[in-house]
C-alpha cells in the first residue's frame, strides 16, 4: 500500500443544494491536488442545521445562508472562528421553455402561466429570496394559488425542469455554465428585490482539529475554486 494510500483522510461535507455543481469541481480538484477524499451530501439547508445539531457526522457545512452556520456556533454544534462567506447566490426566475420569461420578469403579472416554482421559503434561502420577491412585487396574493414548494432548491428545479411548473425561481447556478444560461428562458432578478444571499461556510464541531476538513476550506478560498464558483453565476466577495 502506498503511503499516499495510508494517510489519505475521508470528510464528510453538507451542501446546500444549489451549489452542487461547482462544489463537485472544486471537491474533484481538491481530491487530485490532496489525495484525500470529500464525501458530498446534498439537501436544504434547513434539514442540514437540524441534522448537524442532533450530531450527524460531518466535518463542514455548506450553507446557502449565514444564519444557519452562526446558529450552529451559537449553540456550540460549529466553530465560529471559521465561518466564512464563500459564495453570494443570485436568484432567477426560470422557464425549460425559450419564449416563456421575458427578460423583465412581467410574465409573473400575467395570466400565461399555470403554475410557479419556488422553494419553501422556512427551509431554503433562495426559497425566501423568492418570496421576498414576490412581496417586492406585489403580487403574493396574486400568485399565491398557482406555488409549487420544492423542499430545496433542487427539488424546485427538477419541477421546472420536468414540466411540472411552466416557471419558477431557482438559482443561477442551476442554468448556468461558463457564465452563460445553458436553457430555456430567464430573467435575473435585481439585487434589491431580495437580501443577499451570503452563503456561507462552516466548521463542525469535532471536526476543529481536523487539517483535512481546514485544508478544504482554505482550498475553498483559492483563486482555481473562485473562478469555479464565478462561472457558475455566483457572485464573491
Keep these: 500500500m502506498s503511503s499516499s494510500m495510508v494517510s489519505a483522510e475521508v470528510i464528510k461535507v453538507a451542501v446546500a443544494s444549489n451549489f452542487t455543481h461547482p462544489i463537485k469541481e472544486i471537491a ?68 425549460k421553455d425559450p419564449q416563456k420569461v421575458d427578460p423583465l420578469g412581467k410574465v409573473l403579472d400575467e395570466d400565461s402561466f399555470n403554475r410557479l416554482a419556488l422553494a419553501n421559503p422556512k427551509l431554503a434561502p433562495y426559497g425566501l429570496a423568492a418570496l421576498q420577491t414576490l412581496e417586492t412585487l406585489e403580487l403574493v396574493d396574486k400568485t399565491r394559488t398557482k406555488w409549487v414548494k420544492g423542499v430545496n432548491i433542487a427539488q424546485t428545479y427538477q419541477y421546472v425542469d420536468t414540466l411540472n411548473a411552466d416557471i419558477g425561481f431557482v438559482a443561477l447556478s442551476q442554468i448556468t455554465e461558463n457564465h452563460k444560461i445553458t436553457q430555456g428562458s430567464a430573467w435575473i432578478v435585481p439585487d434589491e428585490f431580495y437580501l443577499p444571499i451570503k452563503q456561507d461556510a462552516i466548521i463542525v464541531k469535532g471536526a476543529e482539529r481536523n487539517a483535512t476538513a481546514q485544508a478544504f476550506l482554505d482550498y475553498l478560498r483559492s483563486n482555481s475554486a473562485q473562478k469555479i464558483i464565478q462561472s457558475y453565476g455566483y457572485k464573491i466577495e
Design 28 to 95: 474533484k480538484n481538491f481530491e487530485q491536488d490532496t489525495q484525500n477524499k470529500v464525501e458530498l451530501s446534498f439537501g436544504s439547508s434547513g434539514k442540514f442545521y437540524a441534522q448537524i445539531a442532533n450530531g450527524a457526522p460531518y466535518e463542514v457545512f455548506l450553507s446557502a445562508d449565514q444564519a444557519k452556520p452562526k446558529r450552529l456556533a451559537d449553540e456550540g454544534m460549529a466553530i465560529a472562528d471559521t465561518q466564512f462567506t464563500y459564495a453570494e447566490g443570485q436568484l432567477v426566475l426560470w422557464s
